[in-house]
């Protein structure tokens, strides 16, 4: 028998990204529809444990669509990794008789939602939310978009200063596991090269592209770095390819959280709708504990386990495009 819903408690976790606060005004639009009542959980779990959760009104939503950040605010939680944590977590959501969750995040957070129904019965869909794109399930998460266009837009600015001077520009944009902005950004803004912790170049093949680039009489050169690739950072990475390439004027730019901040992309903004309706529709229709997400512009539902667990990777076919439109 389908599980009645009457109260559904949103939450934000872990770090932001453009397009959760878009996300959440779907959701309370959507829940009003069903004559539903929204429970702002303050700073995710952290906020449950704390009992700093409150009712969302109308004002709450009205002129965020366009606002980053989350104005529910996030934070990432040890104590949630507890039993003790999570137990007082339930307690404080039955003392507001929340029925149902709304997730908004990424892997840190599908994770502890899928321990967490497993010891205790209330009902989770999640959004992804994170600038990683690194969620199994869907095509793109929430911010995304965004973060490519922050870090597309500085490294535009960066070539200007690249060509006066003839110089070579190693930008690190953000991505400890997940190699995906580093990729969109160098194919979007033209770079020489890449490296991402999902390809196999080394310091050899990167320098040797470099190399053709400066027999082709190209007068300067932008490699685009994800934090976590497996030569080393940015700065690493310089040093690397000056005691190969001594002749090399080189500097480095590190983005950093620039590219979590701004306000959502017209792209972000409409998925966050697309996505904070259908985890009303789909906790109504007695689903639980999936992430929502759109593949090949379809709606569908993963299961948190998957999610965080299952590989999500660059294809191949990008790949080889950016590394040959950029030689």
Known sequence: MMRQINRIGVFTSGGDAPGMNAAIRAIFRRANHYDLHIYAIQRGFEGMIDGDIRRLEDDDVRNIIHHGGTFIRTARSQRFLESAGRKTAYENLKAFDIDAMVAIGGNGTFTGCQIFSEEYDIPTIGIPGTIDNDLFGS????????????????????RDTADSHNRLFIIEVMGRHSGYIALYTALASGASAFVIPEDSTDIDKLVLQLQQAQRRKKLFSLIISAEGNKIGDAFSLSQQIKNLMPEQDIRVTVIGHLQRGGAPTAADRILAARLGHASVDALMEGQRNVMAGIVNDELCFTPFKESVTLSKQPSNEMIELTRMLGM
């Open 139 to 158: 095509d793109f998460t929430l911010g995304f978009d965004t973060a490519v266009n922050t870090a597309v837009e500085a490294v535009d600015k960066i």
